[in-house]
């Protein structure tokens, strides 16, 4: 996945994102993991923004780990686990 469609985001693109929107069940699943993970985030409602909606609409809810997509659609907890170990150990 690439970071090149962040740029909208308005120095958001560090730390972990959560791009989703009002209403999705996927994107409620995705903050389910997030929060059991225990790692801080910040959710990013793309209905706020027309550049975001286009870009994003298809594959939310997407999660954004230092500027770089990680997730669509699914997040894998173990592997969100195994990269947030990789960037406390930083």
Do not use: N, Q
Not at 2 to 23: F, I, N, Q, R, Y
Request: glycine share 6%; net charge negative; charged share 35%.
């Amino acid at each position: 996945m690439s970071s090149a469609d962040l740029d909208g985001l308005d120095g958001l693109a560090d730390g972990l994102l959560l791009l989703g929107k009002p209403e999705c069940h996927l994107c409620d699943d995705a903050r389910d993991v997030l929060e059991r993970v225990g790692a801080s985030f910040t959710e990013v409602d793309i209905t706020t923004d027309d550049a975001l909606h286009a870009t994003y609409l298809e594959r939310i809810p997407v999660v954004v780990l230092d500027g770089v997509e990680r997730f669509e659609l699914f997040v894998d907890e173990a592997a969100l686990r195994r990269l947030l170990s990789k960037v406390r150990r930083r």
